[in-house]
């Protein structure tokens, strides 16, 4: 795995190499690729970074069991403990598609924020985030898109409102940018990203350069 650390901070942005992620990168940022195809790969990306994500970070536990030849020792993922999934939509539903299939356990509670075309700040339209999270949760945060940042920020600020730390969030992105990961450092010191890409700029209406488009109407043919 490619570790890029952002300057100005010591948030660590995680880009995995491998293959896979970089086919489904690449079918994402095709403009021909049909609406169909796109979900699927939005959900086949975020499947894999998932998995990257929850390396050495899962809640585990030990023990015995008897198999048909004898006994073995093992660990389970803790059932007990399920991973928070909080998906930004519309499109981190699709990225975070596939997390019930490569977690044992998750919770899911969503967001729905949008972005003023004309300021870029967002506006929370959807809050299903519980009053208060377990302390010690473990959470994924699903933004397919970090640009200007302020979608992610505003997320990342509720759920410190909820009692959360740092340490227990991670950030799971299709495409980053440098203000977004910047600005993710200034505020939120020691938080991980785990992205497909991090892309060079944005343009004037703060779309990632060359990233692959608007995530959520391609995800959703809207």
């Keep these: 795995m490619e570790e890029q650390p952002v300057a100005n901070g010591t948030t660590m942005v995680c880009v995995p190499s491998h293959p896979l992620i970089k086919h489904w990168i690449s079918v994402l940022r095709n403009e021909q690729t049909p609406c169909a195809t796109f979900k699927n790969a939005m959900a086949e990306l975020g499947r894999l970074l998932i998995y990257e994500a929850s390396r050495d970070w899962l809640p585990v536990v030990n023990g015995e069991i008897r198999t048909p030849m004898g006994v073995a020792t093992v660990e389970f993922v803790d059932p007990h403990e399920p991973i928070m999934i909080v998906p930004i939509l519309r499109a981190g539903l699709a990225l975070a598609e596939h997390a019930s299939s490569v977690l044992p356990a998750t919770r899911t509670y969503h967001l ?10 967002p506006s929370l339209y959807l ?17 397919p898109m970090l640009a200007t940042g302020g979608t ?33 450092s200034q505020k939120y010191p020691g938080l991980h990203v ?4 991090v892309d060079p ?22």
């Design 112 to 121: 729905g924020m949008r972005r003023d075309e004309m300021t870029l700040e």
């Design 127 to 143: 809050n299903k985030l519980p009053d208060k999270f377990q302390e010690g949760s473990h959470i994924l945060l699903i933004d």
């Design 152 to 184: 992610v920020i505003a997320a990342v600020d509720l759920l410190k409102d909820r009692g959360v730390e740092d340490k227990q969030i991670k950030v799971i992105s299709a495409i980053a940018a440098p203000p977004a990961l910047r600005k993710l």
């Design 194 to 197: 785990y992205t497909g890409i």
């Design 201 to 222: 700029i944005l343009n004037e209406k703060g779309f990632i350069v060359p990233g692959l488009g608007d995530a959520g109407d391609r995800s959703f043919g809207t």
